[in-house]
Structure formats: structure tokens, C-alpha cells
């Protein structure tokens, strides 16, 4: 008997704009589960937008999962989301591949949760980013950058893993210094 790759299930409501809304259940392979988990069940929220065809994922134009504050962005997205800003934009460049991304994870979704009313925290996925990458020498990962006002703040790249301890007296550093704390 071959052996199953644990999956958590999750039962949301999706509605769209006009008439059309659904129940669905929604599988995430066991990669993922460790940072969802660690949110609870009800905190992940799921927005499709443009919906083209049949109901369902594989149909749709775009598909955006935010957990808490923390929401993952596309490369296409990245001048409207970051640069376009009103407030300090906290990027963390991450690949599914990445045991340290996976391991900082539930650290960054609390972060993003208990700062939500001073910064925004997105999350990009350094393969399909590859202009966002060489643009901003991504060379390890995970990697955090600073965005306030369309520019990166001066010494606020870091690379590689970090306890939520540390990141928070990163983020309060960095705060204090684009004088938002």
C-alpha cells in the first residue's frame, strides 16, 4: 500500500460580484500546512478575481492567498503593491524549495498581524520573479527589504533565517528610523 502525503482541508466560502457564489473545499499539500496551522483554519482567506469560465481555481485569472497581514504578491503586481505605497512595505523574497523561508514563516504571519496598523507585509516567490530578483540582488533567501516612499530604505536588506525575537527588533530598528514607530 503506497504511503499519502499528509493534506489539511479547509472549507471556505468564495462569492463573486455579480450572482455567482459556491462552496468549496480547498486541499494544501503538506508544505504549506505548517504556516497555516499556525494562524488556525479561520484567519486563511481566499479572493479570486476575474473569473473566467467554469467555477473553479484553474479558471481564474488570479488567485491571492493572505494569511493574517501577510499577502504574496506576483512580480506584476510589485509597483502597485510596493512602490505605489502610501506606508512602509515589508517584502520577503521566499521559494517553496526554501527550508529557512518555511522555517521563518509562522514568525513572519505574526509579524505581519501585530504590525498591520504601521506596515504592509508581502511575500514574493523568488522563481517567479526573476526582474524583481536581479532588480534587487536577491543572491539568499529568505531575504527581507524595506520600501518606504517607492525606495528601498537604506540598510534594510537581510538574508537568511531569523527568530521572530529578531525580526521584530529588525522591524523596530528599521521603524525608527523611517519614523513610523
Known sequence: MATMASVATSTSRISYPMTHSFNTTCNFASPFRSSFSSLGWKKVRFS??????????????????????????????????????DRPVLVEFVATWCGPCRLISPAMESVAE????????????????????????????????????GKEVPDSKREGAITKVKLKEYLDGLLKTVSIA
Not at 484553474?58 to 506584476?76: A, F, M, P, Q, V
Request: glycine letters at 8%; a positive charge.
Open 48 to 85: 479570486i478575481g476575474n473569473r473566467r469560465g467554469k467555477l473553479g481555481f484553474r479558471n481564474c485569472s488570479t488567485l491571492r492567498i493572505s494569511c493574517g497581514g501577510l499577502t504574496e504578491i506576483k512580480e506584476d503586481e510589485f509597483s502597485d503593491v510596493v512602490l505605489k505605497s
Open 114 to 149: 501585530e504590525y498591520k496598523e504601521k506596515i504592509t507585509v508581502v511575500k514574493i516567490d523568488h522563481d517567479a520573479s526573476p526582474k524583481l530578483i536581479e532588480e534587487y540582488k536577491v543572491y539568499g533567501l529568505p531575504t527581507l527589504i524595506l520600501f518606504k516612499d
